[in-house]
T-cell receptor
Framework: DTEVTQTPKHLVMGMTNKKSLKCEQH?????MYWYKQKAKKPPELMFVYSYEKLSINESVPSRFSPECPNSSLLNLHLHALQPEDSALYLC???????????????FGSGTQLSVL | AQSVTQLGSHVSVSEGALVLLRCNYS??????LFWYVQYPNQGLQLLLK??????LVKGINGFEAEFKKSETSFHLTKPSAHMSDAAEYFCAVSEATGRRALTFGSGTRLQVQP
């Protein structure tokens, strides 16, 4: 199994809603990532978890709250989002967190989020 | 600080023609360089990576890239384009020390004309 599975594929939410994005991998990878990708732009790193601990937080607003319950799962909790947060949210994993800087990332297909 | 610059946001080629996608990097230490491909409504998939073992790197789907330190370049090529190659291509860089997370270029959309 070399897949990273993200659910849901599409999500529409209001600015007062609370929702969660989910990501799962069963490759035994110990690093997991959240990226945000606006239309026609490259992915931007949001968070990195390494061995279930938050390793990198790229100064993301607190309305985004990541969680790594175990080595296979990664969640992104959303609350009080703004319309400008509408984007494709990509989850990725790698064997370890860029220890040598050359780790291959495996990406999920993403959750297309629309905030109304 | 590390960065990559992709020249040309759109490239259009005819089926069977040479594909050349340009990437230049900036890094204060020896870099690791990657090319990822993104098909519509999908995540990114690694095409190939340079990790200093060899300057000419062969990847999946017939793509290859050559690391040229003197030109700080890592251009992606394919001898003969297929319709299925139409996608967004991202060059990315990371460093062996310091901040090792990937930094992506702005992307190049490849169109393949029949």
């Amino acid at each position: 199994d070399t897949e990273v599975t993200q659910t849901p594929k599409h999500l529409v939410m209001g600015m007062t809603n609370k929702k969660s994005l989910k990501c799962e991998q069963h490759m035994g990878h110990r690093a997991m990532y959240w990226y945000k990708q606006k239309a026609k732009k490259p992915p931007e790193l949001m968070f990195v978890y390494s061995y279930e601990k938050l390793s990198i937080n790229e100064s993301v607003p607190s309305r985004f709250s990541p969680e790594c319950p175990n080595s296979s799962l990664l969640n992104l909790h959303l609350h009080a989002l703004q319309p400008e947060d509408s984007a494709l949210y990509l989850c990725a994993s790698s064997q370890v967190e860029g220890v040598r800087g050359n780790e291959k990332l495996f990406f999920g297909s993403g959750t297309q989020l629309s905030v109304l | 600080a590390q960065s990559v610059t992709q020249l040309g946001s759109h490239v259009s080629v005819s089926e069977g023609a040479l594909v050349l996608l340009r990437c230049n990097y900036s890094s204060s230490v020896p870099p690791y360089l990657f090319w990822y491909v993104q098909y519509p409504n999908q995540g990114l998939q690694l095409l190939l990576k340079y990790t200093s073992a060899a300057t000419l790197v062969k990847g999946i789907n017939g793509f290859e890239a050559e690391f040229k330190k003197s030109e700080t370049s890592f251009h992606l090529t394919k001898p003969s384009a297929h319709m299925s190659d139409a996608a967004e291509y991202f060059c990315a860089v990371s460093e062996a020390t310091g901040r090792r997370a990937l930094t992506f270029g702005s992307g190049t959309r490849l169109q393949v004309q029949p």
